[in-house]
DNA sequence: GTAACTGCAAAATATTTGCATCCTT
DNA sequence: AAGGATGCAAATATTTTGCAGTTAC
């Protein structure tokens, strides 16, 4: 894992540090979306609440992470896995929310469909959110 | 419209003032969606934004708006259509947001697709927001 | 050694809460 | 008149910015 860390910080043209490191690996063992605040607590007292913003945000400009949209106030960051560049995304599945764990996750194999658009509507992207009980939180019925 | 502002509020028993009714007035005149910030401007400096925080909070709770979430830190928020009642939306209708004029509008007659989700997978909401060009600025080829 | 990154402090913003006053019903 | 809604002040929380010290290359 820290071969592929470096060379995704490397390809990227970032300096390889150990904050970026660490956030980086958070993502890459998580399989699920990270918000700002599930960084700073899984990270421990490690680094700074500033740190955290300013690694996030030059990961979304790299095209490292993207964000996905919820209904409430948070932002989750998730890897792009595909071979997003600089500025060019290419996050074309649909994120998974369950409402059990909170858990939320990029389905990969699951394309965004095609909207029928009204007359005269072009569409560039489509988000698709997902909302409902995951394959996990299914399995085990026991109620908490 | 007076009416319709006073039947709205009135079914949901809220109080008619003339914070209300200013908040929900932008609402109905507005086709699109409006944030926080567009409504304090919008408004004008007519009240204070600890009302507008607590207006839309109660509007939500009773049905009135739902919120639409946005890839960047924005939360918007639309009319309910629908026959929502209290605690219980019925959103399933898509969002479009217009990269060159910014409005987000619901797109009512546009239900949510099925998406096809891994086996125990199980899906209670799906929230689509396309982004693109809206009817409007797509007539007006002319950029600004 | 130089440029980039980090951490601290502080500024700027955004959101929430308490309470006295005012408005609806 | 009573209960709810508003506005103000202030407490919290969140995000941004500047700068000096540190680290990566």
Do not use: W
Request: glycine fraction near 4%; proline fraction near 3%.
């Amino acid at each position: 894992m820290e071969a592929q860390i470096n060379s995704i910080l490397k390809r990227n043209s970032l300096s390889v540090t150990s904050g970026r490191k660490k956030i980086l690996e958070l993502f890459l063992e998580n399989n699920a979306a990270l918000s700002h605040g599930d960084i700073e607590k899984k990270a421990g007292e490690k680094f700074d609440r500033v740190t955290v913003y300013r690694t996030l945000q030059s990961f979304v400009e790299k095209g490292i992470i993207h964000s996905i949209p919820t209904a409430d106030n948070s932002i989750l960051y998730a890897l792009c896995k595909d071979n997003c560049s600089e500025g060019h995304h290419h996050d074309n599945h649909i994120h998974f929310i369950c409402s059990k764990c909170g858990d939320t996750t990029c389905l990969e194999n699951i394309s965004t469909p095609m909207i029928k658009l009204p007359d005269n509507f072009v569409a560039t992207k489509v988000e698709v959110v997902v909302n409902g009980i995951c394959k996990n939180c299914q399995k085990k019925k026991a109620p908490m």
